[in-house]
């Protein structure tokens, strides 16, 4: 209503004005006597957090059996000082830092969850600063930034207005299908998370939009029979073929950037045999929801009409085959612009400790959060990996990587609210 009564004039400085107050640099308590202790102590603790790193990465934590590493997290935590230290339904570890007033509750998490199948030998090697082993950075490094920062703050008295939840979860790999954080949101911390920071991997980037994917695994199915002696029957994997050829063909937007992919197939029992059935997994990404919704639409069209033209191909046989598809998983694009307030915390706090975070778009825990229109980002650890999902992964923290957790130190603490 007061907008219609300003002139043009001011009208105009209204609107210039508002993406100018947006992208002020955010206040970053980096002076306050407590906080300069626990960011000081970060970097003369730094060996001690290697270790979290590395003793962390040496428990086995394959997809959905991240219990031995859960419950040595939830030791530590325990040790740091944290209250009402627990393990819940779904297998998170949630330790807590009560606030001192009424401020907003903040989660700082890693993820428990390697990609590694049981039986993956997860010892550490080393090498100067170079440590090499599976899950080392993706998300050891995450997990030992949690740590720091829980130790550092309560060392250091930091005192904060806000609750600041320190959490390891699972499921945040392909196959967990992010089981660890759904439950936070949709029971275990429902309705009580005002912020939300994923320390995920290396580097010092932040991840403030999620990327969604839709995961499926198609099956195609019939009879199967002799090659020779059953011929003239639809073949389940000629009709995958056809699926594949098709989504072959899509068209995709590069803004919003949108993607597919089949990447996994299989099917038939030998070479001289129809075979009775034809898999592909499908993996398809978008940073929008809509884009996501599209092409998805478009895939299971394309599964559809294969079969079809499949059977048709064979109008004499008696043998159909039949398509079942199956979600493997599902995960909620979400955007927000890095003028929120969390994102800008982020970034003043990195150029408060002498670089410039860039922000990226990337699939992470905070897809949930995000989705929900929850404040949430995701940031590097510190240092450089490299090899990430793979058996020759590694680590180096090199000459400054207590700066990870010094950043998520500042940025926690900034959300949290600090008391002189």
């Known amino acids: 209503m ?3 009564t300003l002139s043009t004039t001011s009208a105009a400085l209204v609107l210039i004005a508002a993406p100018l107050v ?3 640099r ?5 002076d306050v006597p407590r906080v300069k202790t626990a960011l000081a102590a970060i970097k003369a603790t730094n060996a001690w957090t290697l270790e979290q790193q590395v003793s962390i990465c040496e428990i086995p934590a394959p997809p959905f059996k991240e219990a031995q590493r859960a419950e040595e997290f939830r030791k530590r935590l325990v ?3 944290l209250k009402n230290v627990r393990i819940d339904a779904e297998g998170n570890v949630i330790g807590e830092r009560p606030g001192a007033g009424k401020g907003p509750t903040v989660v700082i998490s890693g993820h428990l969850d390697t990609v590694f199948p049981e039986g993956t030998d997860v010892s550490v090697k080393r090498e100067g600063t170079l440590y090499k082993a599976p899950g080392i950075g993706d998300d050891c490094r995450g997990l030992a930034v949690v740590l720091s920062v829980a130790r550092a703050l309560n060392e250091a008295n930091v005192r904060t207005d806000g609750t600041i939840l320190f959490v390891g979860t699972v499921g945040e790999e392909g196959p967990g299908n992010l089981r660890g954080v ?3 949101f949709a029971t ?5 998370v005002d912020y939300f920071i994923s320390v995920d991997g290396t580097g010092l980037g932040i991840t403030s939009s999620a990327v969604g994917s839709h995961r499926y695994r198609v099956s195609y199915k019939g009879p199967g029979g002799h090659s020779y002696g059953a011929f003239g029957m639809p073949n389940p994997i000629h009709a995958m073929g056809r699926a594949i050829a098709k989504i072959g063909d899509f068209q995709v ?5 949108t993607t597919f992919s089949v990447s996994v197939v ?3 029992t030998s070479v001289n045999s129809i075979p009775y059935e034809g898999v592909m997994e499908v993996d398809m990404r978008s940073e929008s929801a809509q884009s996501l919704d599209e092409l998805d639409a478009r895939f299971q069209a394309a599964v559809q009409q294969a079969l079809v033209e499949e059977n048709a191909r064979w109008p004499q046989s008696r043998v159909r085959l039949t398509v079942q598809v199956d979600t493997t998983g599902i995960r909620p694009a979400g955007a927000q612009p890095d003028t929120v307030h969390i994102v800008r915390v982020a970034k003043a706090a990195g150029l408060t400790l002498g670089f410039d975070a860039e922000t990226n778009a990337s699939s992470t825990d905070s897809n949930i959060p995000m989705s929900l229109g929850i404040p949430a980002i995701t940031i590097d650890g510190g240092g450089r990996g490299r090899g990430s999902h793979s058996l020759t992964e590694s680590y180096d923290d090199g000459p400054n990587g207590w700066l990870g957790p010094q950043w998520a130190a500042l940025i926690v603490s900034t959300l949290a609210g600090v008391r002189n």
């Open 79 to 81: 040790a740091l000082g």
């Open 253 to 257: 937007p590069a803004q919003p950037r």
């Open 2 to 4: 007061m907008l219609r």
């Open 188 to 192: 275990e911390l429902k309705g009580k």
């Open 26 to 30: 955010a206040t970053v308590p980096a």
């Open 266 to 268: 299989s099917g038939g």
């Open 22 to 24: 947006a992208q002020t």
């Open 182 to 184: 759904r439950h936070l």
